[in-house]
């Protein structure tokens, strides 16, 4: 049976939203995480939340306002996490593993423009290699020195679509772990 709630806007009958139960069930399991006793196994995490979908259905949720209720959901996560890991390790220890994740990013993206993840056929399109190679180049920045970048500007940057271009994929899997580390030392 269908839940009767207004959490968040729905789309119009004729439009895809997201699956209104599926929403509602995610987001009761992800206030028991949030509740939970420290220590506690939970299967909603930051990153779980970042990589959640929802079945799409006609007349369901608007797409824009639980995304971004769940980039503020990530965001309260991403701090809990951070300060039940300084009471445990110090926050030495959470500094330390977040720099070694940065480093690992910076090898990749101070790579050669063009050359900085798998490109694709010329008969597949993947994101626009100056797209990327700009947006990375932002975050070598970010890392080396600091300059602003923030984590919204890296959730939100829609690439253009060109032949040949980047593995979609891979550079997805890149900005997700930028956007982690910048929420660690947030």
Same mark, same amino acid.
């Given at each position: 049976?269908?839940?009767?709630?207004?959490?968040?806007?729905?789309?119009? &009958?004729?439009?895809?939203?997201?699956?209104?139960?599926?929403?509602? !069930?995610?987001? !009761?399991?992800?206030?028991?995480?949030?509740?939970?006793?420290?220590?506690?196994?939970?299967?909603?995490?930051?990153?779980?939340?970042?990589?959640?979908?929802?079945?799409?259905?006609?007349?369901?949720?608007?797409?824009?306002?639980?995304?971004?209720?769940?980039?503020?959901?990530?965001?309260?996560?991403?701090?809990?996490?951070? !300060?039940?890991?300084?009471?445990?390790?110090?926050?030495?220890?959470?500094?330390?593993?977040?720099?070694?994740?940065?480093?690992?990013?910076? @090898?990749?993206?101070?790579?050669?423009?063009? &050359?900085?993840?798998?490109?694709?056929?010329?008969?597949?399109?993947?994101?626009?290699?100056?797209?990327?190679?700009?947006?990375?180049?932002?975050?070598?920045?970010?890392?080396?020195?600091? &300059?602003?970048?923030?984590?919204?500007?890296?959730?939100?940057?829609?690439?253009?679509?060109?032949?040949?271009?980047?593995?979609?994929?891979?550079?997805?899997?890149?900005? @997700?772990?930028?956007?982690?580390?910048?929420?660690?030392?947030?």
């Amino acid at each position: 049976m269908a839940r009767v709630s207004s959490t968040f806007p729905r789309t119009r &009958k004729s439009r895809l939203g997201y699956d209104t139960d599926e929403v509602e !069930e995610f987001l !009761e399991d992800a206030r028991r995480a949030y509740t939970a006793q420290p220590g506690g196994a939970t299967l909603v995490t930051a990153d779980s939340i970042r990589d959640t979908g929802f079945t799409m259905r006609k007349g369901g949720y608007s797409p824009t306002y639980v995304d971004a209720a769940l980039e503020r959901l990530e965001d309260a996560f991403a701090t809990r996490e951070r !300060e039940r890991a300084f009471a445990e390790s110090g926050d030495q220890a959470w500094y330390a593993q977040a720099r070694g994740r940065a480093q690992a990013i910076l @090898d990749r993206i101070v790579r050669p423009r063009g &050359k900085r993840f798998k490109r694709g056929s010329l008969l597949m399109t993947g994101y626009s290699v100056r797209e990327v190679d700009a947006l990375t180049d932002r975050v070598a920045q970010y890392f080396q020195s600091g &300059k602003p970048l923030s984590v919204e500007e890296v959730r939100t940057f829609a690439f253009h679509a060109q032949r040949g271009g980047y593995i979609e994929g891979q550079v997805d899997v890149l900005l @997700d772990a930028v956007t982690r580390v910048m929420l660690a030392v947030r």
